[in-house]
Structure formats: structure tokens, C-alpha cells
């Protein structure tokens, strides 16, 4: 990758893990070991917005992340987990 990325995640150690073992189990432990989730493992979207395409054919790592749902005043009512589709930088290219 030639360019510098900085994603906005805000996971946490669980959601790091679960993909950190996707990418082991596809990749190898190499491409584990270099897993960064704030530089190089986006959605879609992310990825196309920073000039990358998702390679024809790609299978999603499949990750997730907690949805607080507030009432009027700000206090969190409800959690609910939902799933996300991300690609790890192997899985793409640049569209410039």
C-alpha cells in the first residue's frame, strides 16, 4: 500500500481478535501479525473513498459493532450488536 491510512475505528480488543483470526485462517499468520484495524482493514465505503477498489470476487471479514440506541435526554437504552463487512488491504486496489 502506497498511501498512509487512518481509519476512524473505535473497536475493542473482542472485535480486533475476531478479525485478527479471519485474516489468520485466510492468509496466514504473517498477514495476521501485520493486521492494524485504524490502518489497513476498512468497509467498503472507507475503501473507496480513499481511491481503493475491492478486488473482483473478495469475500467480506465479517466483524461487528455495538449500536447504542438513546432517549431523549442522552442515556443509552438499549445495545444491540450489528454486523459489518470489512476488507483487509490484500483484498484490494488502487483506483488511481
Do not use: H
Request: glycine share 6%; with cysteine.
Amino acid at each position: 500500500m502506497e498511501k498512509k491510512i487512518t481509519t476512524n475505528w473505535t473497536g475493542s480488543e473482542t472485535t480486533e481478535t475476531l478479525v485478527r483470526k479471519q485474516i489468520k485462517e485466510r492468509w496466514g499468520s504473517d498477514e495476521a501479525n501485520r493486521y492494524d484495524p485504524k490502518i489497513n482493514c476498512m468497509t467498503i465505503r472507507q475503501w473507496n473513498k480513499i481511491g481503493y477498489r475491492v478486488k473482483s470476487g473478495e469475500k467480506a471479514i465479517k466483524s461487528f459493532v455495538v449500536i447504542e440506541k438513546k432517549d431523549k435526554n442522552g442515556e443509552v437504552v438499549k445495545k444491540f450488536p450489528k454486523t459489518i463487512n470489512l476488507f483487509f488491504d490484500v483484498q484490494v486496489i488502487a483506483t488511481e
